[in-house]
C-alpha cells in the first residue's frame, strides 16, 4: 500500500494531483528537481528525476 508520494510542485499538473492523493488518504511530499550538477552529470531524464523525488519521499 502507498502511503507516501514526491510531487514537484511546478504548474497546475500539481494542484490537482496533490489534491486527488490527498483525498486519496496519501501523505505529499514536495520535491525539488535535480540538482543542476547531478542534471548535467546524468543529463535530463525522467528516472534521474523519478529516483530524487522518491529519495526526497523516503528521508
Request: hydrophobic share 40%; proline share 3%; charged share 30%.
Amino acid at each position: 500500500m502507498i502511503n507516501k508520494i514526491g510531487v514537484e510542485f511546478t504548474g497546475s499538473h500539481a494542484t490537482g494531483i496533490t489534491r486527488f492523493l490527498l483525498d486519496a488518504g496519501i501523505e505529499v511530499v514536495e520535491v525539488n528537481q535535480p540538482h543542476p550538477h547531478l542534471r548535467a552529470r546524468l543529463g535530463k531524464d525522467d528516472k534521474t528525476d523519478a529516483e530524487a523525488a522518491a529519495r526526497k519521499a523516503l528521508r
